[in-house]
């Protein structure tokens, strides 16, 4: 019987398009506009200035505490200005914006394609050489992941689980990245083994991607400690807690962290960047993006260098359907609508979606009959119903009491609810509210 998670979870249409679709390279944008915070933590500081030339590669921004990330110019050119610009929150955030002319790379990225397997830097070097190259959390959370590997005094970790479930429906980037490198990602998970000094590496994968499973059970025959495990297929099993529940079967407490009850969780893409930061000394400035929708012309996935245009990325799929309704930024259960076409990619960009106009529309709003299929669905056990009235009320004490930070916003009490109400929107705005208040107290 296959392994899952045990409380809630809904079977959204999977809508995998671009599963076939084999990793493209973007072509290069005319400019880039890459943000100084696209991470978890605070803000980077940048290095530049209107009128420097920088290369790819080239640290332009730098972190501003242990939990930040530096920023690295995907392109060679010349910084035109550091403005304010619209990015997918629907905010105006800093950038760095540069025009691209040639494509010249720092002398110190070595971008040969041959494997590099011997790992020759110790734990707390690699550790460093993550920082610098400034790689977060791929799966969407964007968590600076030398902050992951930093276990504090009188934790121990004894197993690393990797992602590689993608359940977010529609998103097929990770896929992708299982099939063709795959061991370069095995050697990534290899040093992230040795980081945080464990034998044990576990690739959780849903039962869907049954090539990703053969490909890679036929390769771990060459590396030691790490196992392959099929997954049932439930949303959302990608949750970093619903997927050590399924694993190693490890509740991860109120409040608490993977940490706490011995794991580490790293997504499959974030891997494959710590490979390439560690044996190629390249620093995370391109991603691969998923371009899908049930009327896009060509469903892809590109690498993409940060910074590019999301328009750029709809062209090459084919260009926006006359259909089109909503353009989000994600998948259809954790993803946001943007309100423009021009807002660059970001290191947590994992895919792009196109809905039409039919699938765009929410359900018209009626009053909340208590069926508790909210509840039912709940994968940390809330109640959805509630939090989402707490939060209209303005009842911050008790939504903080009943549970609104362990909200992981994965969506399936909206998805599922008969009376079509907004429940994410209102627990999402909830935890927000919530959390000013704590950080207010430990100010």
Not at 18 to 41: F, M, N, R
Not at 237 to 249: D, P, R, S, T, V
Not at 359 to 379: D, F, G, T, W
């Amino acid at each position: 019987m296959l392994k899952t998670f045990t409380k809630g979870g809904v079977h959204p249409a999977e809508s995998k398009y671009s599963a076939d679709s084999p990793i493209e390279k973007l072509p290069l944008p005319k400019t880039v506009s890459i943000p100084i915070a696209q991470h978890i933590g605070a803000p980077s500081k940048p290095l530049v200035k209107k009128g420097d030339k920088v290369k790819v590669g080239d640290v332009i921004a730098e972190s501003a505490g242990f939990v930040s990330a530096n920023i690295h110019s995907s392109v060679s050119g010349t910084v035109t200005k550091i403005d304010n610009v619209l990015d997918s929150t629907g905010y105006r955030k800093p950038c760095i914006i540069i025009d691209v002319e040639e494509d010249e790379w720092n002398k110190d990225i070595d971008r040969s394609t041959d494997l590099k397997k011997e790992i020759s830097l110790m734990d707390k070097e690699i550790i460093q050489r993550i920082n610098q190259a400034g790689i977060v959390g791929l799966g969407g959370a964007t968590f600076p992941s030398h902050v992951k590997l930093s276990v504090p005094e009188g934790k121990k970790i004894d197993v690393l689980i990797i992602n590689g479930v993608e359940c977010e429906p529609y998103l097929t980037s990770d896929h992708r990245l299982m099939l063709e490198k795959a061991e370069e990602m095995l050697v990534g998970i290899q040093i992230l083994m040795k980081a945080l000094s464990v034998n044990r590496a576990i690739i959780g994968i849903e039962n869907n991607k049954q090539d990703a499973l053969e490909h890679l059970a036929g390769l771990i025959k060459n590396y030691p400690g790490i196992e392959v495990q099929a997954l049932k297929v439930k949303y959302p099993q990608g949750g970093e807690k619903q997927l050590i529940k399924a694993l190693i079967n490890r509740e991860v407490p109120s409040g608490g962290l993977p940490l706490d009850v011995g794991a580490v969780v790293h997504n499959v893409g974030t891997a494959y960047a710590v490979y390439e930061a560690i044996q190629k000394n390249k620093p995370l400035f391109e991603r691969v993006v998923t371009v899908t929708g049930q009327s896009v012309k060509k469903p892809s996935n590109f690498m993409v260098r940060i910074g590019t245009p999301v328009a750029d990325l709809i062209e090459a799929a084919g260009g926006l359907p006359e259909d089109a309704g909503k353009v989000i930024n994600g998948g259809p259960m954790m993803g946001k609508a943007l309100n423009s076409l021009d807002v660059p990619v970001i290191k947590g960009t994992s895919g792009i979606l196109i809905l039409p106009e039919k699938m765009a529309a929410r359900k018209p709003e009626s009053n909340c009959i208590r069926c508790a299929k909210c509840v039912s669905v709940c994968p940390q056990g809330l109640e959805p119903y509630l939090l989402n009235k707490l939060t209209q009320l303005e009842k911050n004490d008790i939504l903080e009491k009943d549970g609104v930070m362990d909200c992981i916003e994965c969506g399936s009490c909206a998805f599922t609810c008969p009376a079509g109400l907004p429940l994410l929107d209102y627990i999402r705005l909830g935890k927000s509210r919530v959390s000013r208040i704590i950080r207010s107290r430990k100010q």
